[in-house]
């Protein structure tokens, strides 16, 4: 019988006691809980009542004595009620703001923006540090290779500008004339007598005010461009489901491109696009056997030049050399590890480096992070690895967010274009990679390479802007501080009455 709330399922004695009248005892309840004297609640009273006349009173039952192997039975039974899970430990608060801060809509926007702005103003004043001495070898003014670098910096910004602002309906419509026309003036290059040799490599052309255009640059970025739209219209059609509809025309068009750039000898720019190439057809999802057959061939091509071209074995065996080696073969390599080692935690100071008084070759463009380090020491380096990885992980993001085709496969490929070229051209500077004659993006002197780079930042930006998300906070942004200026000034503004 329950005795209330409190106190169901509780063993309950009831003693009524009355004069002459012998004891009376009731149990109510089934329970090892005891409860404390007192009075019994109402039901059970009522019932006492009713047997003694008198007032019950109520005498708990002593709990059941446990034994140790109940009390080990209680233990290990499973506590009652649901069970919470583990608490995960909480991240520092200063993390979970940077998590907040990045998972914001125009993140991408703002460090796209800004990284590679700091890395063309931040290149700019690398350029005129390490080309002074280098200008005047050859008899040139100091900053002959400055204001050529400055020159096309004012160009890379205005395409900057153009990029961000182009409709994607018109970028998609100039791929393919943007094609022909590179390979056009690849062709162009290896006619004699137009294209210009440098350094043994035939990759140049002589333009109006000495400025030499080098069409392998805009090569990568016509590729990229091509192959995101070709693959995003076969991808509206359903065809990147079928090998050959996957493979033809994109990879014919980049044999062409590659066997273009060979003739001129420079088989270092052709590894950037292999690794575009590799990027689109990873984003349209290409088999896993497909990227297995194209590596082997891929590695067993580069064998095949690398052997054929003695100077390209001398590079692969520089590789971690730390003495010039006979005939001063490795003398490139191991100077730049000096000029690295030599500039400590801050560097020797802007404009102070050593290497650069003719013992490293190539101190503006290839070998610049070499300088870098020098000058503005191991603070230095890192702060350019840095932004360059912010950069890398904005395209990274932009592409894994957007929901368009051609967005996705062209983010994608320039992210890979650029963040390929950052580690071959540092792995060669740190003695890792064999130098391959490719500059750093953004940083080397090189006027060709800065206008396609920063284009194809400025068509990052546009892809970034395009998000849904970051277009609703743009719309909402601009007229909030438009609508605080105008409320402002209203406040301030004399109204005439009294």
Known sequence: MPVGRGHQRCPVRVRAVEPGVRVRTWRIGASDRPVPGGLLPAGAAGIALRKTGRPAQVKAAPAPRRTPAKKAAGKARAPRGPQRPPRRPRAPRFVRRLKRTWDRPLTAY????????????????????????????????????????????????????????????????????????TVGLLVLVQVPGIGVEVNGNTNWLDVAGGFRLQPSEFAKLALVL????????????????????????????????????????????????TVILFALLWLAGAPTRLFTGVLVTAAGLAALFMAAAPHRMDRLACVGATEPGDGDRCWQAVHGIYA?????????????????????????????????????????????????????????????????????????????????????????????????????????????????????????IAFARSDPAAGAALAMRKPGLIGKSMRRRAKKAPSGER
């Open 110 to 181: 703002y460090v796209l923006l800004g990284t590679g702005l700091l890395l063309a103003l931040l290149g700019l004043v690398m350029v005129f540090s390490a080309s002074q001495i280098q200008a005047l070898r050859w008899g040139l003014p100091a900053t002959y290779y400055f204001h050529k670098q400055l020159l096309a910096a004012i160009g890379g910004a205005v395409l900057l500008v153009i990029a961000m602002r182009m409709p994607l309906r018109l970028l998609r419509a100039l791929t393919y004339p943007f094609l022909v026309v």
């Open 340 to 460: 690295l080692a030599s500039g400590g935690w801050f560097g020797s100071g802007l404009g102070a480096s050593v290497e650069k008084w003719g013992e490293l070759p190539e101190p503006h463009t290839d070998f610049i992070f070499a300088i870098t380090g020098e000058e503005l020491g191991l603070a230095g380096t890192l702060s350019v690895l840095a932004l360059f990885a912010a950069l890398g992980y904005a395209g990274i993001r932009v592409a894994g967010r957007t929901e368009d085709p051609f967005v996705r496969y062209a983010a994608g490929g320039v992210t890979a274009w650029i963040m390929t070229q950052v580690v071959i051209n540092i792995g060669a500077v740190l003695g890792l990679l064999p130098i391959a004659g490719v500059p750093l993006p953004l940083f080397s002197y090189g006027g060709s390479a800065l206008l396609s780079t920063m284009f194809a930042v400025g068509l990052l």
């Open 226 to 273: 091509w192959g995101a739209d070709l693959l995003a219209r076969k991808g509206d059609r359903g065809l990147l489901g079928q090998m050959r509809h996957l493979l033809i025309p994109l990879v014919p068009g980049a044999l062409l491109v590659y066997g273009l750039v060979m003739l001129g000898g420079d088989m270092g720019t052709v590894i950037i696009p």
